[in-house]
């Protein structure tokens, strides 16, 4: 197997991302989709400190870094301008973590998606505030450890469903993507660059530091995430028309997933069965939805 | 400006840009920020030997030219085999393929059909490269004592630098078992004979009919010469060792083949028994068959311990031969003229394992019974002819006393092949050739030792791998080869080493899959001309390239002992 | 053209004259006059403008800040609630340097919900590093928004244009409203150098360590500090070319007082009559109107109220815990002069109270009857 994917880079190295990080891959393969007249809004997120400090940037792209709430106005607050300014051909693109979306930002988000501002928005999900250093955010799944759901009481509730709450804004285009599958990311990016109004990305972009996991396994984690359900690979359009786009081969039991992070070492054989209940009953729901469409 | 000197400021765009600026706007890149010093661990590209490649006996680059046959660049897989086999065309229809056996596919689903593979570059060099002529000129003489594939791979090699070799054949025609041993069926004498055509281009000169120990001495060879190849073979029928073994009608497998290969009709019975499990057996039975006789095998032991390759046993059965095992002959049955009517067998079990690890045959008391036949072949093992040695040169139990790169006790004195190991594969002794004439070039770095750490099955991630049958092998139907020697495997065509290519692992070496590329958020392995390269200053060692390498040609090292390396 | 309008009005047509390109705002009360008449200039095309109807004020902000940042002229206005919603973006508008321009009617904090008139929303937001000008009548909210993007341009500094809830937002006046061609020859298109686009790939607004936040926060002071100058050549500019000015303050029958009382926004009108009234009886009073707070026009202050022998500050604010907050700029305006005079501190009119003349007539009668304040803060009108 070869790759598609064009050598052209609009990043630079120096960035100071975690080794192993996914969000800075996810950045990586999302610019080379997006190519060169992108513009970037960067909400407080682990890209704040990625990009690097001023008077460093390591984007070849401009970036508009603001508050962590803001993410969504912020890119349309660009490209209002750019298009008073006629220039209508560039991309903006929202770049905000799981924090950043499904908890502080959600309110400007669904205000951008029911005007549906022509934005692409991204959520790199990494399943807890870790800039900040690990601490719960709603995107982080039931049972995991993180700073503020230590292992005695480690997450009560399931992750909130960002994508379906966007689906439902009726949206013309929303998808998840990971890094596994760069080449369907990036297709995904081109597709979403090609369709006017709100796209939302939701993509899975792991945190070996803050899922105690050796950063070596990023991709692998990724590939398991897909394969064990635990993170589909699906897009919506409209609102309605849904397609799975990676259809696992085999059906890993999550415990494949699970025991290779050190933020799920404390569940038991219930938990894991629990969870795995849960991912399996979702997985119905996603084919349900996509059998009708 | 001052403040900003100490950045290195690569924005183009921004380069007028000198005041401070009024807020946070970034005037440079975070190139000046060497990640690279965060580093634990580093990550070398180093390639690793593949089984294949390990495994082959002339160790064949085969992961290499599978990966130019995948980019269908044929000229340059074909320039690569040469490199250490000449004859690819000879070796992708007859070698018992052991790069297969290892072939790390094989535990996914199926191994690469490598030889025929190398078939098809084989044909097609032979059809589309031009043959090489010697690279220097050379006044050294080098004298050859047999033109079998051993003699025929070290005059290849001496013939390309430029060495005056001489060829001594005792047959009519060059090519050794190739010629006299193995039927047209299998290798075609057209396919042999253009293959000599790069040895005559070479400016090898060739002596037939010149027995050597008969019609000339090796003494003489060596006086005369510079270097003294022996590589005669193992051509001395054993005989069956039980009563009546020289009847009329008994004959060796090995003169069976040759008179059929020298263009004559052995003059045999309609029913023949062959004895024994091995290749020779093997092509004699279904030599047997193409004439019209009707050929049975009698092995002593089980199908699992034939030393003749499973294939070539299917390809028997399938043709109708039977094969009885477990059974011994007794005594050859003859009339009072001596002439065979039949023979009386025995039964067999498996006991103990032997020396070579088979389990050995045990008579069943009681169990002989008797066969009619008109004829048997012997084919329970060739012997080397040790007689045209002289004295001084020293013998081992089987053959010829030699180091690993062909050496006798005599300087320059080099001896290769079946009369060193005993009978062995084509394979075999065409690697033999091969290093001898390194040895005797002085190109020793290009003499590669097996090791024993190929790359395994455990080492692929195979996350990049899909499931892929093996392309089937084309095939002449049964019906068609009753009474005729037609080649049984027509090859693959292109569409099909195209395909069957591309099934390639390419084990421990890197293929440019570009998964490290893609897959780095560091932005740290370079692409250079189609080469990689890491980017020690900003790579952070996180590892992922080397675990989402598919074929494990990178190997992450503590920085602490990158020194050592 | 002279048109009777509200002074949420004349904030439209101030908009609206100055072409903003962006506009992003949410309702509220007593804001929403403006966003509708702003709304219906951008349906009919009369403003060739993007409206983007946000879900927040916060986000209101956030278009601004992020559409100016491309070198657009942006707008917005908000009140109270939404105003302190904004702030984070407040400061961040200031941080970023874009010359946004609200409107903000100074409406009561809650709770209890109070949708009338004080100036506690907008004096919260005094560090967040906007320029604030309070205006006093429906023709100064026009002109001074119109001014305020040139200001607001030149210096790469937000602008807030403060006007009082209901009493100015929903009263209507006569306004001269200029016409288009002149407005475009006092105000040409705004201009970014160092805007977000292509031509300038750079990381806007990223992490500034220790080594950097330092000068880039004395930047934005040293462009306060030139702002007096600034507004003051604006000013003049627009008198030369409208026939009307303002300044930084404006001092009112000031030359030989020995009370001046200082006010802002509409208690300045009420106030003019009752000085009137009361030099009339020969008392000798003076007015400072204080249209500049931020930054403030110290010398401008100090210039006018030197001369006095008391000074009579009307707060309709209250710093909890301290003082009215004019009351503590102008002292801290005339702190270290010797001989300054003693500042009178009156708080009243809080939560839309009617601030009368009488009331503005007790308090400077008090001023001269008393020598030096008693207390710090003098409360007016409280009924327990």
């Known amino acids: 197997m070869r790759w598609t994917i064009k050598e052209k880079e609009l990043m630079y190295p120096g960035h100071v991302a975690c080794p192993g990080c996914g969000g800075a891959l996810a950045m990586r393969l999302a610019l080379k989709a997006l190519g060169e007249k992108t513009i970037v809004v960067l909400p407080a997120c682990c890209w704040t400190i990625i990009d690097g400090p001023f008077p460093m940037h390591s984007l070849h792209v401009p970036v508009l870094h603001t508050a962590f709430e803001t993410a969504a106005i912020a890119a349309t607050g660009v490209k209002a301008g750019l298009d008073v300014r006629g220039k209508k051909d560039i991309t903006v693109m929202a770049w905000a973590g799981d924090g950043g979306t499904l908890d502080i930002g959600i309110q400007a988000l669904s205000g951008a998606a029911e005007r549906n501002d022509d934005i692409i928005y991204t959520c790199y999900d990494n399943e807890a505030y870790m800039n900040t250093g690990i601490q719960r955010s709603s995107a982080t799944p039931k049972g995991a450890w993180t700073t503020t759901t230590p292992q005695q009481t480690p997450k009560l509730e399931p992750k909130k469903n960002i994508t379906e709450i966007m689906i439902a804004h009726r949206i013309p285009y929303v998808a998840t993507a990971t890094l596994a599958y760069p080449e369907d990311l990036i297709n995904k990016y081109k597709k979403a660059q090609s369709i006017k109004g709100t796209k939302f990305l939701h993509v899975y972009a792991p945190c070996p ?85 | 400006m001052k403040w900003l000197d100490k950045y290195k400021v690569i924005h183009p765009k921004l380069e007028k840009e000198t005041d401070y600026p009024h807020w946070a706007i970034s005037l440079t890149s975070t190139l000046l920020n060497r990640t690279g010093t965060w580093r634990i661990f580093r990550p070398l590209y180093q390639d690793q030997i593949p089984p294949c490649n390990n495994e082959c006996p002339t160790n064949e680059k085969i992961q290499g030219y599978c990966d130019l046959v995948k980019q269908a660049k044929f000229a340059e897989a074909y320039k690569l085999i040469l490199e250490d086999n000449p004859f690819p065309a000879i070796t992708g229809r007859v070698c018992y393929h052991p790069c297969e056996n290892s072939c790390n596919r094989k535990d996914y689903d199926d191994a690469i059909a490598i030889h025929c593979v190398e078939r098809f570059i084989g044909d097609w060099g032979l059809k589309n490269v031009a043959l090489a002529k010697p690279k220097v000129k050379n006044k050294k003489t080098v004298a050859i004592v047999g033109s079998g594939p051993a003699g025929m791979a070290a005059a290849y090699y001496l013939g390309l630098e430029g060495y005056q070799v001489t060829i001594f054949e005792k047959q009519t025609k060059l090519g050794g078992m190739l010629r006299y041993g193995i039927p047209a069926y299998r290798l075609p004498k057209a396919v042999l004979d253009t293959e000599l055509k790069k040895l005559i281009k070479l400016g090898m000169k060739s002596k037939t009919k010149c027995a050597v120990g008969k019609d000339i001495t090796i003494d003489y060879l060596r006086k005369n010469y510079d270097y003294v190849i022996i590589c005669h073979g193992a051509h001395k029928n054993r005989p069956l060792g039980v009563p009546n073994d020289k009847a009329k009608g008994v004959i060796s497998g090995l003169e069976f083949l040759s008179q059929i290969n020298s263009g004559k009709k052995p003059k045999i019975g309609k029913k023949v028994a062959v004895i024994g499990g091995g290749n020779t057996a093997i092509d004699a039975a279904r030599s047997c068959l193409r004439l019209g006789l009707k050929p049975m095998i009698l092995y002593r032991r089980t199908r699992l311990e ?147 750490k190929p790359v395994k099955f455990t080492d692929l991630n195979l996350d990049y791998f899909e499931h892929q049958d093996k392309t089937k092998i084309p095939e002449i139907s049964v019906a068609a080869r009753k009474k005729n020697f037609k080649e049984v495997h027509t090859g693959y065509n292109k569409e099909m080493v195209l395909k069957e290519s591309e099934r390639c692992f390419s084990c421990g070496v890197c293929n440019k899959c570009d998964n490290c590329f893609v897959l780095c958020p560091d932005l740290s392995v370079i692409k250079d001309n189609g080469e990689y390269e890491f980017d020690y200053d900003y790579c952070k060692g996180c590892g992922v390239c080397a675990h989402e390498c598919p074929r494990n040609a990178i190997t992450m090292i503590e920085e602490s002992k990158v020194e050592e390396q | 053209m002279k048109k009777v309008i509200t002074g949420n009005h004349a904030v439209s047509y101030g908009a609206q004259l100055a072409r903003t390109q962006v506009i992003s705002a949410y309702p509220i009360t007593p804001q929403t006059q403006v966003v509708e008449l702003l709304s219906e200039f951008c349906a009919s095309g009369k403003l060739k403008a993007k409206f983007i109807k946000v879900e927040s004020e916060h986000s209101a902000m956030t278009a601004c800040i992020a559409a100016s940042l491309t070198g657009v ?92 809830a209901f009493v100015l937002s929903h009263t209507s006046e006569q306004v001269d409203l200029p016409e288009q061609s002149v407005v475009d020859q006092f105000l040409p298109r705004f201009e970014l150098k160092t805007k977000l686009d292509l031509s300038h790939p750079s990381a806007y607004g990223g992490l500034t360590n220790p080594d950097h936040y330092f000068e880039i926060r004395y930047k934005i002071q040293k462009a306060h500090e030139q702002a007096l100058a600034v507004i003051k050549s604006v000013n003049d500019e627009f008198n030369e070319l409208f026939g009307r000015k303002y300044g930084v303050i404006e001092a009112y029958r000031c030359d030989d007082a020995k009370v001046i009382l200082v006010t802002s926004g509409t208690i300045t009108s009420t106030a003019r009559v009752v000085i009137d009234t009361m030099r009339e009886q020969g008392r000798k009073v003076g007015l400072l109107k204080q249209k500049l707070f931020r930054p403030t026009p110290t010398e401008q202050l100090r210039e006018v109220l030197f001369k006095a022998q008391k000074i009579a500050v009307i707060d309709r604010n209250i710093s909890f815990g301290h003082s009215g907050v004019f009351a503590q700029e102008i002292k801290s305006s005339l702190y270290g002069l010797a001989g300054a005079p003693p500042v009178f501190d009156y708080i009243i009119g809080l939560g839309g109270r009617d601030v009368t003349p009488d009331a503005i007539y007790e308090i400077i009668d008090n001023t001269f009857k008393t020598d030096v304040p008693n207390e710090p803060i003098i409360w007016r009108g409280v009924r327990l």
């Open chain 3, 73 to 164: 002229r942006t707008f917005t206005a908000t009140s109270a609630h939404g105003l302190a919603l904004m702030h984070e973006m407040l400061h961040w508008a200031a941080g970023a340097r874009t010359p946004v321009v609200m409107a903000n009617i100074n409406r009561a904090m809650g709770p209890g919900w109070s949708v009338w008139t004080d100036q506690n929303d907008s004096l919260s937001q005094r560090d967040t590093g906007w320029i604030q000008l309070y205006c006093e009548s429906n023709q100064e909210v026009l002109d001074t928004t119109i001014q305020a993007f040139k200001i607001a341009e030149k210096l790469l500094l937000p602008v807030m244009v403060i006007l009082d």
């Open chain 2, 306 to 452: 034939m030393p003749a390759v499973p294939d070539e046993v299917d390809a028997c059965e399938a043709e109708g031969i039977r094969i009885e095992f477990l059974v011994a002959p007794v005594k050859v049955l003859a009339t009072k003229k001596g002439k065979v009517t039949g023979i009386e067998l025995m039964r067999m079990k498996l006991g103990k394992p032997d020396a070579s690890g088979r389990r050995r045959p045990v008579p069943v008391a009681r169990s002989n019974f008797k066969i009619k036949l008109n004829a048997i072949i012997t084919a329970i093992g060739e012997q080397v002819d040790l007689s045209i040695l002289t004295p001084d040169i020293q013998k081992t139990e089987w053959g010829v006393k030699v180091d690993r790169l062909g050496k006798t006790n005599i300087t320059n004195v080099y001896a290769i092949g079946d009369c060193v190991t005993g009978p062995k594969t084509v394979v075999e002794a065409l690697g033999a050739g091969k290093r001898t004439a390194f040895q005797i070039i002085g190109a020793t770095e290009k003499i590669i030792s097996k090791t024993d």
């Open chain 1, 209 to 293: 530091t803050g899922w105690k996991m050796a950063p070596d396994l990023m991709i692998k984690i990724c590939r398991l995430a897909v394969e064990s359900n635990i993170f589909p690979i699906y897009e919506c359009e409209n609102g309605i028309n849904y397609t799975v786009n990676i259809q696992p081969q085999k059906k890993l039991p999550v415990f494949e997933y699970l025991k290779l992070q050190g933020r799920f070492s404390h569940l038991t054989q219930k938990d894991i069965d629990e969870i795995q209940k849960s991912v399996d009953f979702e997985r119905q729901l996603l084919l349900k939805r996509a059998a009708k469409s």
